[in-house]
């Protein structure tokens, strides 16, 4: 099976042995053909073969899904569905009591816990996601949540 380079970069940076193994080479060539081209006539997207019309959309779906996923797995009970309504609830305190405070701020307080720090990049990355339908551009409840992480982790499996 043939692996997308967005999924591919996606596993690597999640951890993914065997993918970082094939992406670092993808990313040092596109990267060192983005800085010899002073003109900037080729965008480090299309380098990295990205598509270009739709990368930046994909890339913050990408960004917003590993966030939502890692802070999937900081939610402590007992099964997915029920981090899912877990996560949901903790994703609404957040939005309404705590994002308000942090949206000016580059990078998470320190301090912060591991699922604040993982919602607050969510939330970062889910601004430059288009609108879903209902005007959002996060996931908010159970069932989108959950549809995340399954989604998220069928396209890892499928591709490895």
């Known amino acids: 099976m043939q692996v997308n380079r967005a999924q591919l970069l996606a596993r690597a940076a999640a ?3 065997e993918a970082v193994a094939v992406a670092v080479p993808i ?3 596109a990267l060192r053909g983005y800085f010899r081209d002073q ?3 080729v965008p480090l997207e299309r380098r990295l073969g990205l598509p270009s019309a739709t990368a930046r959309t994909l890339a913050a779906n990408l960004r917003r899904n590993y966030w939502i996923v890692v802070a999937h797995g900081q939610i402590d009970a007992a099964g997915d569905w029920k981090k899912s309504e877990g996560l949901a609830l903790e994703l609404k305190r ?4 705590i994002w308000p405070s942090w949206r000016e ?3 998470p307080p320190n301090g912060a816990s591991a699922l604040r720090e993982a919602l607050f990049h969510a939330m970062r990355a889910a601004e430059s996601v288009p609108k ?3 005007g959002s551009r996060m996931p908010r409840t159970a069932r989108g949540l959950h549809g995340v992480v399954k989604n998220f982790d069928d396209a ?3 591709t490895g």
């Open 27 to 29: 990313l040092l060539d």
């Open 156 to 158: 890892i499996s499928q």
């Open 132 to 134: 879903l339908s209902g």
């Open 105 to 107: 701020l580059d990078a």
């Open 39 to 41: 003109a900037g006539d």
């Open 15 to 17: 951890g993914d042995v």
């Open 94 to 97: 957040f939005e309404e009591i």
